[in-house]
């Protein structure tokens, strides 16, 4: 199953591609996750991107579209991938049609996770990380069991930069001047299919499990 994670930040893309690759067993690709692995290294490409990333301003498409071609590449993209957070512009939804035209195969579900802005301002004040797996919680909403430790694979919980109140406000400004066109591009295409973000995740998950077996992308029996 090939599929695009899209909505605001916030809106639980990050959560819900966590717990779709249990059951989908096929790779997440947040585009998010691979740029602070590379300002963590301080890799060319991360020292490019860091003062992006803190100010919640859209890294260069040339930059983010380079490291999405080169993660379609490896072999574990073959039984399929949970794009998350890629593409957030025409142009990088344009690079990726034509990136998975070359490969011959193709998008099978756009799903847009439609969020309310004081959802994804709460949402992300009370968000923790785990610095080793990228597993998402919430202080309120979904605490881990030990406090500060990753349920699944016991890595530190940090809270990210970019989470302040005022960098989630310009992130969702940038949201919606440079990706909510993404909405109707997909449309046209076909491929979009809404569900509402604001909905508590195990619930969103059940959406998503219905709505993948109704597309017939699913064996029924799953
Ligand atoms: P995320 O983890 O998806 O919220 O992304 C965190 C930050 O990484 C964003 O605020 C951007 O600075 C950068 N970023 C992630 N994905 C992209 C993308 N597709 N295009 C441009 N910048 C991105």
Do not use: W
């Not at 802005?117 to 202080?139: D, F, K, M, W």
């Not at 440079?178 to 995740?201: F, P, Q, V």
Request: hydrophobic share 35%; with cysteine.
């Amino acid at each position: 199953m090939r599929l695009v994670l899209l909505g605001p930040p916030g809106a639980g893309k990050g959560t819900q591609a966590n717990m779709l690759k249990e059951s989908l067993s096929i790779p997440h690709i947040s585009t998010g996750d691979i740029l602070r692995e590379r300002v963590k290294d301080n890799s060319p490409i991360g020292r490019k991107a860091r003062q992006f990333i803190s100010q919640g301003e859209l890294v260069p498409d040339d930059i983010v579209i380079e490291i999405v071609m080169d993660r379609l590449k490896a072999a574990d993209v073959k039984s399929g991938f949970m794009l998350d957070g890629f593409p957030r512009t025409r142009l990088q939804a344009e690079a990726l049609s034509r990136a998975l035209k070359k490969l011959n195969i193709s998008i099978d579900l756009v799903v847009y996770f439609k969020t309310q802005p004081e959802t994804s301002i709460r949402r992300l004040g009370g968000r923790r990380i785990c610095s080793q797996c990228q597993a998402n919680y919430h202080v309120q909403n979904m605490p881990p069991q030990k406090q500060g430790i990753c349920d699944q694979c016991g890595g530190a919980l940090y809270e990210r930069e970019d989470d302040k109140e005022e960098t989630v406000r310009n992130r969702l400004d940038v949201y919606f001047r440079e990706t909510a066109e993404l909405i109707d591009y997909y449309r046209e295409k076909g491929l979009l299919r809404t569900l509402s973000g604001d909905k508590e995740a195990k619930e969103v998950f059940a959406i998503l499990m219905a709505l993948f077996k109704q597309e017939g992308l699913m064996p029924s029996c799953q």
